[in-house]
């Protein structure tokens, strides 16, 4: 059996079984399969929401939660960041106590940007913009409840990946978090007498409040089980970090969500849902790359740890390749497929189906740079990603701007694929420039890298 597992990888794009063998078998098989099985549920609650309500209803939902996406991003403060970069040396050198009150640390600060975050916003949405956004202030306030929560479910998870409990965190986020916004919004449904749309926000809130306990019981059993040395260095709380990290997030969050951002402010929110639901199958295009991710933290702080002064920059060419052929797989099954399944949320959400062709060209970009972004970022150098970002991100508001006006959902993805390939392009450049050769899926590791 695990001769025929090994052809079908190689086929896949894994060309080193050795070197994914702790990757792949141990952490990464379960975290797909949890992701698949995530990605079934959400795409159930998502069609049991958009038939239960309506079209109206979905639309204005997901505009309201692409901006609570973004605000939360600002309030975090770039602590799932600090975490990512500084919990898995701390681990390595079983610095418990420091783990510990590098957690406390990042809440209490998170407490302070959340107030900042949610005051400016209410005071913004309420006396200051008009347009689309005053025009839905009510459910904008019922969702502050929202930034709140995903805020410090967001330092959570982020904190469980860097202790490299990223089964677990997967396992809270794309399977229980899910199954909780079904259930409260059958009870909201059936129990309450208010308008839909406050409904879906407040059971997307009570279910994120209920992933925060759970992820609470797994932090606490994990750092239980952590050994704990007898001297630990003197941890530096120092904010400077986290500023080029939420500024970083920032802009990436605006990178990804700009386009749907925009569309709300150009067009209908009846066009918004349904190119949010083009956006999700999008999504899954990128699975591959996202698994990946996950366990890159780790990977690289291990690869520091044992072999000092060592880059392991020959790791992004194995990525680019299992990345590229995975994602070229997934992404054409769902293109063949993704007609039909946007049916399932109403025939009115079909006509964002050939958007996803342009999500689809976008994915394979995204691939063939073998998370470098990542990479740099775990190095330092995340000046060349905020960068590359700042650049990609004009880029986009400027095709934008050119192209939602006239082509709507057509228009907003292009200017995503725009700012997508202007992105991995200069990443490519930096990377070339620092390490001596472009990441790409198409030669072997060894003719590169001795």
């Not at 396992?171 to 409904?199: C, E, G, H, S």
């Not at 809130?205 to 040395?229: E, P």
């Not at 500024?247 to 990178?255: A, C, E, G, R, V």
């Not at 700042?390 to 192209?403: D, F, R, Y």
Request: proline residues 2%; glycine residues 6%.
């Amino acid at each position: 059996m695990f001769r025929w597992l090994t052809r079908l990888l190689q086929l896949a794009g894994k060309d080193s079984i050795s070197f994914y063998e702790n990757l792949l078998f141990k952490r990464s098989s379960i975290v797909f399969a949890t992701q698949f099985s995530g990605l079934a549920l959400a795409f159930a609650v998502n069609i049991f929401l958009a038939r239960l309500y309506g079209e109206d209803v979905y639309g204005i939902y997901s505009y309201i939660t692409s901006w609570t996406a973004l605000l939360s991003v600002i309030a975090l403060f770039g602590m799932d960041d600090v975490h990512l970069v500084r919990i898995p040396s701390l681990k390595l050198n079983h610095e418990k106590n420091n783990i510990v009150r590098l957690l406390r640390w990042s809440l209490s600060v998170n407490v302070v940007s959340i107030v900042c975050v949610v005051a400016i916003f209410y005071f913004a949405i309420n006396f200051l913009v008009g347009g689309r956004l005053f025009a839905n202030a009510f459910f904008f306030n019922c969702s502050l409840l929202i930034i709140v929560m995903l805020t410090i479910m967001n330092n959570l998870i982020a904190f469980l990946r860097a202790l490299d409990r990223v089964v677990w965190g997967e396992i809270i986020d794309k399977i229980i978090r899910p199954v909780l916004f079904l259930l409260l919004l059958i009870i909201f449904f059936y129990f309450a007498n208010f308008n839909p749309v406050v409904k879906t926000i407040l059971a997307n809130g009570f279910g994120l409040t209920g992933l925060i306990i759970c992820m609470l019981i797994v932090i606490i059993a994990s750092l239980k089980k952590l050994n704990s040395s007898a001297v630990s260095s003197q941890l530096d709380f120092s904010l400077r970090p986290n500023v080029r990290y939420v500024f970083l997030n920032i802009i990436y969050t605006l990178s990804i969500r700009l386009d749907i951002l925009m569309l709300g402010f150009f067009t209908p929110t009846l066009m918004v849902g349904h190119y949010n639901v083009a956006q999700r199958i999008g999504d899954i295009f990128l699975y591959p790359i996202a698994i990946i991710n996950l366990s890159m933290p780790t990977l690289i702080s291990t690869e520091r740890h044992n072999n000092p002064g060592s880059s392991a920059a020959s790791v992004l060419m194995r990525v680019s390749k299992n990345s590229f052929y995975q994602c070229m797989l997934i992404g054409s099954f769902f293109l063949v497929a993704g007609y039909w399944i946007m049916q399932w949320y109403g025939k009115g959400f079909t006509e964002a189906f050939p958007i996803l062709i342009i999500f689809f060209i976008s994915c394979l970009v995204s691939a063939i740079t073998g998370s470098a972004d990542v990479f740099f970022i775990m190095e330092q150098q995340e000046k060349k990603v905020i960068y590359c970002r700042l650049v990609s991100l004009t880029t986009t508001v400027i095709i934008a701007l050119i192209l939602i006006p006239r082509w709507n959902m057509i228009g907003a993805a292009f200017s995503s694929l725009s700012g997508n390939i202007v992105y991995c392009a200069l990443l490519e450049l930096f990377f070339r420039r620092k390490y001596g050769f472009f990441v790409h899926p198409f030669s072997h590791l060894q003719n590169k890298i001795t």
